[in-house]
């Protein structure tokens, strides 16, 4: 097989290229060569994540309808007021219909971490009243309200109004990071 070459009146297929860059100088240091790669990026770090809390033995009994109403000493009647208004506006909401106790519990631990990160004060959290026949009391109510109680950031914390959920949810003021 014999090398294919460009005839010698066929054009430069890099001239209209060159006219449109312009002249040109070579880099100091005379690399050749390909450039050198780019450093590669440090590895990124992972926000931990906060241990999944055992889900308590022995939970509170709290029947369905009942209302909670808690609050640290110290806060404010005001921002307990506002807690109890109807225009609460919730900054974040978790909905823990559907899961399990184990899995309401991570997840709601999770949730406040991301809340006191992103400096969130006010949340609603939605567990259910826990009114399914055929079984006890509910499970997932007094959990959340017993670890709402425990969690050192939560200042106060009410049963949401009519059109949050009433006693299936519950309002939380948060403490400002």
């Given at each position: 097989?014999?090398s294919?070459?460009?005839?010698?009146?066929a054009?430069?297929p890099?001239?209209?290229?060159?006219?449109?860059v312009?002249?040109?100088?070579?880099?100091?240091?005379?690399?050749?060569g390909p450039?050198?790669?780019?450093?590669?990026?440090?590895?990124?770090?992972?926000?931990?994540?906060?241990?999944t809390?055992?889900?308590?033995?022995?939970?509170?009994?709290?029947?369905?309808?009942?209302t909670?109403?808690?609050?640290r000493?110290?806060?404010?009647s005001r921002?307990?007021?506002?807690l109890?208004?109807?225009?609460f506006?919730?900054?974040?909401?978790?909905?823990?219909?559907?899961?399990?106790a184990?899995?309401?519990?991570?997840?709601l631990?999770?949730?406040l971490a991301?809340?006191?990160?992103?400096?969130?004060?006010r949340?609603?959290?939605?567990?259910?009243?826990?009114q399914?026949?055929?079984?006890?009391?509910?499970?997932?109510?007094?959990?959340v309200?017993?670890?709402?109680?425990?969690?050192?950031?939560?200042l106060?914390?009410?049963?949401?109004?009519?059109?949050?959920?009433?006693?299936?949810a519950?309002?939380?003021?948060?403490?400002?990071?």
């Amino acid at each position: 097989m014999g090398s294919k070459t460009d005839p010698p009146d066929a054009p430069d297929p890099g001239a209209e290229f060159r006219a449109a860059v312009g002249p040109v100088r070579p880099l100091r240091g005379g690399q050749s060569g390909p450039p050198p790669a780019p450093a590669r990026p440090a590895p990124r770090r992972r926000k931990p994540t906060p241990p999944t809390l055992a889900v308590p033995a022995a939970l509170p009994v709290i029947e369905p309808g009942a209302t909670v109403r808690l609050a640290r000493p110290g806060v404010p009647s005001r921002a307990l007021r506002r807690l109890d208004g109807e225009l609460f506006e919730a900054e974040a909401q978790l909905d823990l219909h559907g899961l399990t106790a184990a899995q309401s519990n991570a997840a709601l631990h999770n949730f406040l971490a991301d809340c006191l990160a992103s400096g969130c004060e006010r949340v609603r959290i939605i567990h259910g009243k826990g009114q399914r026949p055929g079984q006890g009391l509910p499970v997932l109510k007094p959990l959340v309200i017993e670890s709402l109680r425990g969690h050192p950031a939560v200042l106060a914390l009410r049963s949401a109004g009519p059109r949050d959920g009433g006693s299936g949810a519950v309002r939380v003021l948060l403490r400002r990071a």
